[in-house]
C-alpha cells in the first residue's frame, strides 16, 4: 500500500523558515517522482515544486524560485521541501503527491497518490 506522510508545517513569521518532510513507503523510491502543491484559502490548489529520484532532475515555479528548496533523503525514502524568506501570500495547506516515474514538473493530474496536508502559516 502507498503511502505518504507530510509533515513539518506550522506558523513562522514572515522572514523565517520551514522544512516540509514527506515521506513515501509502498514505493520503488529510486524510481519514483514526488510533487509538492500547495492550497491557499479560497484558491485552487497549484503545484510548486517536484524531483523525480531517478535522473535527479526537480523544478520550483517561478514564485517561489530561490526561496524554496527540493532535496530528497533515498536512505529514508524522504523528500523536503526546504522553504526560506517565507511570506505571508506562502500562506496554505502544502500537500506532497507521488507516482511512478520520472515526472519533474509538478502537474497535478500526473500524480497518482495524494498524502495529507500540512498548514503553514505566515503571519507576524
Known amino acids: 500500500e502507498v503511502q505518504l506522510q507530510a509533515s513539518g508545517g506550522g506558523l513562522v513569521q514572515p522572514g523565517g523558515s520551514l522544512r516540509l518532510s514527506c515521506a513515501a513507503s509502498?514505493?520503488?523510491?529510486?524510481?519514483?517522482?514526488i510533487g509538492w502543491f500547495r492550497q491557499a484559502q479560497g484558491k485552487e490548489r497549484e503545484g510548486v515544486s517536484s524531483?523525480?529520484?531517478?535522473?535527479?532532475?526537480?523544478f520550483v515555479v517561478d514564485s517561489v524560485k530561490g526561496r524554496f528548496i527540493i532535496s530528497s533523503d533515498k536512505s529514508k525514502n524522504t523528500v523536503y521541501l526546504q522553504m526560506n524568506s517565507l511570506k505571508p501570500e506562502d500562506t496554505a495547506v502544502y500537500y506532497c503527491?507521488?507516482?511512478?516515474?520520472?515526472?519533474?514538473?509538478?502537474?497535478?493530474?500526473?500524480?497518482?497518490?495524494w498524502g495529507q496536508g500540512t498548514q503553514v502559516t505566515v503571519s507576524s
Open positions: 503527491a507521488g507516482a511512478d516515474g520520472s515526472i519533474w514538473y509538478p502537474m497535478e493530474y500526473a500524480f497518482d497518490y
Open positions: 509502498g514505493v520503488t523510491f529510486d524510481d519514483y517522482s
Open positions: 524531483i523525480s529520484m531517478s535522473d535527479g532532475r526537480t
